[in-house]
């Protein structure tokens, strides 16, 4: 199943953080924070404007994104956890760093 966001809003799939410290001690799931990084899976076409026009997205799937600790909505489609938000909701894209890797 494919899902499209509609009008400025992105679908993002949250990337893992380590569970162990430098130290090695192994962080349980309950204790974790959610990581507030983010890979872009799609994109909406965008908001319109005042005069109707369509106003482009800054971001495109792939992209590496920083986003606020309670942004967007959760959402299980296809069983993966996603996050639906506004392009707004978005802080910056991480430039220069590896795409996440894919469970094999």
């Known amino acids: 199943m494919q899902f499209r966001p509609l009008a400025d809003r992105v679908v993002v799939k949250r990337v893992q953080e380590d569970t162990k410290t ?24 965008g908001a319109r404007d005042e005069k109707g026009q369509r106003v482009p997205m800054d971001l495109k799937a792939g992209d590496r994104i920083l986003f606020g600790k309670w942004s967007g909505t959760e959402v299980k489609v296809d069983g993966e956890d996603l996050l639906i938000m ?16 894919k469970a094999a």
């Open 22 to 45: 430098a130290g090695g001690i192994i962080i349980p799931d309950t204790a974790q924070e959610k990581p507030q990084e983010g890979e872009v899976v799609a994109v909406g076409p």
């Open 86 to 101: 506004k392009e707004s909701d978005v802080m910056g894209v991480i430039e220069g760093k590896a795409k996440s890797k």
